[in-house]
């Protein structure tokens, strides 16, 4: 049986697993659903229709499901997905989708810091870390594996390959490939992420080849048509170049290209 302080307002008809914890001041809709093993520490907000699922903790003042921050919102249903073993800190914030019957997706064990927001329509992938005060815009499109400093930013639709790790208040407006590290506004990517690779199992070969395909397509001079062709003749299409490949020609926006040098 779940575990529901006296002094906490759940919704009758919210669908809530047996051994879930909810501690004091919360508050819990009627369409929601929470998973088994999820803790609402204190002082939680699950509004709208948002499923949640399984070992997930949330601290005190998380508020999720919420309407879209769009002033076109009148009152439609739309989704919250929130995956498993997942931690939100104090004063996170996710909306649900922005239109009829579209939904915001949450993977399974991301780590987001305080303050920190995903926006209506995101989807965003499994085992990132989110420092405090970074924000996802609406339609935002992260992958996995991936480090977010303090007080980074996405425009509206950005992509974020995997395992990119950004620097500290950085903001971008220009797609972010897999493997990159990028810091500033649409700043120079300055390498590769050759640690986080390693941590997560990559061999020496699939981390010479994302070496290679990163000096290739940012250090050569050439254009992004002709470096992905130059990557295509020169490097055999493993997983690891395939997914940068396809993620650059699938680009909405445009990749992020600018290796100028920082300037002191």
């Known amino acids: 049986m779940a575990k529901i302080h006296q002094m906490s307002c759940v919704s009758p008809e919210a669908q809530i697993a047996g051994d879930v914890e909810i501690g004091p001041f919360c508050t819990v809709g009627p369409n929601v659903k929470i998973g088994l093993g999820t803790k609402l520490i204190s002082s939680c907000n699950v509004a709208g229709y948002t499923e949640i699922g399984e070992n997930n903790t949330f601290y005190p003042g998380v508020s999720v499901g919420t309407p879209p921050q769009d002033i076109s919102y009148t009152g439609y249903v739309s989704y919250l997905k929130i995956g498993n073993d ?15 019957g579209t939904i915001t997706v949450i993977g399974d064990n991301n780590y987001f810091m305080e303050n920190s927001h995903v926006a209506h329509n995101c989807k965003v992938g499994s085992r990132n870390i989110v420092a405090h005060a970074t924000g996802f815009s609406g339609f935002s499109e992260i992958g996995s594996f991936c480090v977010f400093s303090g007080l980074c930013g996405t425009h509206q639709f950005l992509k974020v390959g995997s395992y990119v790790m950004m620097s500290g208040g950085s903001v971008y407006s220009k797609d972010i490939p897999p493997y990159a ?3 500033g506004r649409n700043g120079p990517i300055r390498t590769f992420n050759k640690i986080g690779l390693k941590r997560n199992g990559y061999s020496d070969e699939a981390v010479h080849n994302v070496k290679i395909l990163y000096k290739i397509f940012f250090k050569s001079g050439l254009s992004v048509p002709n470096a992905l062709a130059k990557i295509k003749e020169e490097l055999d299409m493993t997983p690891e170049v395939k997914e940068f490949v396809d993620f650059v ?11 100028e040098k920082r300037r002191s």
């Open 86 to 100: 997942n931690t939100f800190r104090e004063g996170f914030t996710a909306n649900v989708g922005e239109g009829e």
């Open 181 to 183: 590290i990028a810091d």
């Open 249 to 259: 020609e699938s680009s909405k926006r445009g990749i992020v290209h600018n290796t």
